[in-house]
């Protein structure tokens, strides 16, 4: 029987990382590298809808609900079936953005999101999250001014966003790395708490 694969999700707010340091880890780890809303054609799809300044307001039970039914096609199609088959999934964000972006962020019940969420999953989680963060001054610099319509939501949404992930990763016992190093320097904490962390 083939061992089952290690599922690791990358969290944080804007501009800190993520995408960066997934590709990394997914490339020690020869796993497969995916990201949401995305990694399948549908999750493409919404995440499209959900990152265009055009799409406009969206109510936060929308929001929540079309990540939520790309995270059920990401998870059927690409994550389940690699984790089965013994492969390493390092997914850019899962169930965690959407407690802090859709829950802390735009003030839903987070015990609500979080049940949608495992509905969404079939109840299928990562084997550890990694929290990437750092200050609000560093996230801007690296943003600029061309943001998608999620970066554009302000500075008030943004801090209950980083505060929400700070209590996530308090209680539900997160690896939290500084990111704002150089990307060796951030990749080298995640790998030393991953190995502090997993069997690898």
Known sequence: ???RGVFVAFEGGEACGKSTQAARLAERRDAVLTREPGGT???ERVRTIFLDPATGAVDP???ALLVLAARAQHVAEIVEPALASGRDVVTDRFTGSSLAYQGFG???DVDEVR???AFATGGLEPDVYVLLEVPADVAAARLGPDRDRLEAAGDAFHERVRA???ALAQ????VVVDGSGSVDQVARAVWDALSARLDW
Do not use: I, K, N, Q
């Not at 209680?171 to 997160?174: K, M």
């Open 115 to 117: 049940a949608l969420s």
């Open 61 to 63: 039970r929308a929001e």
């Open 164 to 166: 929400g992930y700070a």
């Open 1 to 3: 029987m083939t061992d």
């Open 41 to 43: 054609v549908l999750g």
């Open 171 to 174: 209680h539900d016992g997160w």
């Open 106 to 108: 735009r003030g839903l």
